[in-house]
């Protein structure tokens, strides 16, 4: 008899390759010709000298990796002072960074869940999210998109610890939680409010200082935020913010800070100093708003549908899957990079153009952007989104 214990997964490619949802890697040169509208670089600070240089220089001083966990020597005075950095520039008490804002968003609903507590959760969270529930042994109550009288019920039947999350700005179509309203009703049941700030950081805000700042709600003694360091400051990294002894508390029970490498110096140093770029240059943040809101104008101009974007991300719907990637295909092959978002990826099962509208965008870039994507649209595109719109996703 043969031994074949993965003969399953051959299935299961079958089935991907069957239904057009094979996910491929595609390596990337080190320079391209091709305008990039397909990362999260909203500022344009990955690439900027002064980042890439604070990056080489932290290398250069304290070497490639942090040699640890943070709780042994993996913390640097680099990553006490980015959290002394980052704390005060989003208006919150304490700051603790993490390797990637993935590990962030777990530590962060594990360690202030556990077994007897109730996590309500937006149906349209990042997959960070959806996995920090998971692990954290709560219950967990998934309540429809932007549905804060939803977020209340589900409150109001539970007794004991609670914490409502949600992202501040949404990954897939650009739309922002009603982070207020999510407020008030958490303060009313008692309950901590979680949010995930990684594509508010940098780009709402005043001086991109988040979408917490900006609906007046930052440093509240019942909010906690979650950011990367990977989309605006260009680096890699992640951290929660919140009360000191929030703070605290994550240091001591926290597994995804207590058992994994600190983040690497040269994150750290790059981090820091995008921070201090935006805060030099506070104007790229509504630059970033405004290429934003010019992309969505001009590509609905055209006849196609696109999410009026509360941030800096512009989805696009397509028909189908397989037209989504025809599409990405054509835009690329034509010199621009676009996100292509497709199931399971999506939580309304909608195809997509992801579209990432960054603040150093030219107008010639922006021109040459939305002649390429309206003229390499699939047929069908105007009324197969427009039948989408009526999504619950569509609607924000």
């Known amino acids: 008899m043969s031994y074949a214990p993965f003969d399953w997964i051959d299935d299961e490619a079958r089935r991907r390759t069957d239904a057009g949802l094979v996910r491929t890697l595609r390596p990337r040169a080190s320079r391209t010709d091709l305008l990039d509208l397909a990362s999260n670089d909203y500022l344009g600070l990955t690439r900027h000298p002064e980042v890439t240089s604070a990056a080489a220089e932290a290398a250069r001083e304290w070497g490639a990796g942090a040699t640890g966990s ?64 998971r692990l954290s042994r709560a219950a967990t109550a998934v309540v429809p998109h932007a549905d804060p009288e939803a977020v209340r019920k589900a409150l109001l039947a539970h007794t004991g610890r609670a914490v409502a999350v949600t992202d501040s700005v949404f990954s897939v179509d650009g739309d922002a939680a009603p982070l207020a309203l999510l407020a008030d009703v958490c303060e009313d049941a008692g309950a901590a409010l979680l ?91 509504g630059r970033a708003r405004a290429v934003a809101a010019e992309l969505h104008g001009r590509l609905t101009a055209a006849g196609l549908t696109a999410v009026r974007p509360d941030a800096a991300v512009v989805s696009v719907r397509a028909p189908s899957a397989e037209s989504a990637v025809r599409w990405a295909a054509e835009c690329r092959a034509a010199g621009l990079a676009v996100g292509c978002f497709r199931p399971p990826s999506v939580p309304d099962g909608v195809s997509r153009l992801r579209l990432t509208a960054r603040a150093d965008l030219t107008a010639a870039q922006i021109e040459f952007a939305v002649a390429t994507i309206v003229g390499s649209a699939p047929r069908g595109s105007v009324e197969a989104a427009d039948a989408a719109a009526g999504s619950p996703a569509a609607a924000q």
Not at 269 to 277: E, K, Q, V
């Open 70 to 133: 943070r709780l042994v020597t993996g913390t640097t005075t680099l990553h006490a002072r980015l959290e002394r950095e980052l704390a005060e520039f989003c208006g919150f008490e304490a700051a603790l960074v993490f390797s990637s804002g993935y590990a962030a968003n777990l530590a962060a609903l594990t360690a202030l869940t556990g077994h007897d507590a109730l996590i309500v959760s937006d149906a349209g969270n990042h997959a960070s999210i959806v996995d920090g529930c």
């Open 195 to 285: 949010v995930d700030d990684a594509h508010g950081l940098g780009v709402l805000g005043d001086g991109g200082r988040g979408a917490l700042a900006a609906a007046g709600l930052a440093g509240g003694p019942g909010i906690v935020a979650t950011l990367t360091l990977s989309k605006s400051l260009g680096s890699q990294g992640g951290a929660v913010l919140g009360p000191a002894g929030v703070i605290a508390h994550l240091v001591n029970s926290a597994r995804t800070f207590i058992f994994d490498t600190g983040l690497a110096p040269a994150a750290v140093g790059a981090a820091s100093c995008a921070l201090t770029l935006l805060r030099r240059e506070p104007e790229r943040a």
